[in-house]
């Protein structure tokens, strides 16, 4: 399924839950151990087309390193932590 089917079926509507939803898909769908804030702005523009802007976007990424969903590696990179949201569900692979 495509980034947007994922953010859809896991009720990401807004941007920062579109951004964690982005998280999740990257680190467990895709099974990137680390990202990059571009890689991860590129998957929030698939859903957030009309109402993407940087400042909005940086703002919510800023809140989820401040909560600890996400946490900050060398070199530019990032990676999900327990505390990320919108892990997808055993269920749905079966």
């Given at each position: 399924a495509s980034f947007t089917d994922f953010a859809a079926d896991?009720?990401?509507v807004k941007l920062p839950d579109v951004l964690e939803a982005a998280v999740a898909y990257l680190s467990f769908v895709?099974?990137?151990?680390?990202?990059?804030r571009p890689q991860l702005m590129t998957k929030v523009r698939q859903v957030e087309k009309e109402n993407?802007?940087?400042?909005?976007?940086?703002?919510?990424?800023g809140k989820l390193l401040r909560e600890g969903k996400i946490e900050k590696l060398k070199g530019g990179r990032f990676q999900a932590s327990d505390q990320i949201g919108f892990k997808p569900d055993t269920r749905a692979a079966s």
């Open positions: 896991v009720g990401a895709e099974g990137h151990e680390q990202f990059s993407f802007t940087r400042e909005d976007s940086l703002r919510s990424f």
